[in-house]
């Protein structure tokens, strides 16, 4: 393993897995699709943090974990629908709302 130092910060890094023991690229101790299953697992844990920040009105929080969610999604590469896209309608609803003649007055969304 070496050390990468990026300014002041000294970051281990595995620099060739195929080294270890186990599956040519996968380290030791670990299977190929482990790494989807952990992925979709930090997806619900980033999914379910970012829902608490915002119930909690923590809006960077949301924004933090919310983009979490979206990195381990273009990980995946997978069409997977985001959990967000209701609360961005919202956002979009009430956008148009705020230009005169367009969409609801603010505040009567119906829900």
């Keep these: ?6 300014q002041f910060v000294a970051i281990p890094v595995a620099v060739n897995f195929a080294d270890a023991p186990g599956e040519a690229g996968v380290p030791a101790g670990r299977k190929r699709g482990d790494m ?6 930090q997806m619900a844990d980033a999914e379910a943090k970012a829902w608490e920040a915002l119930s909690g009105y ?19 590469g997978e069409a997977i629908p985001s959990p967000f896209h ?3 309608e919202i956002g979009r609803f009430k956008t148009d709302a705020s230009i005169p ?7 009567d969304m119906g829900l």
């Design 1 to 6: 393993m070496e050390v990468f130092v990026h």
């Design 36 to 41: 989807r299953e952990r992925i979709i697992e």
């Design 58 to 76: 923590k809006f960077w929080m949301f924004g933090y974990h919310a983009a979490r969610w979206v990195n381990y999604k273009q990980l995946l």
């Design 86 to 88: 209701q609360l961005v």
């Design 101 to 107: 003649g367009k969409g609801a007055p603010i505040g």
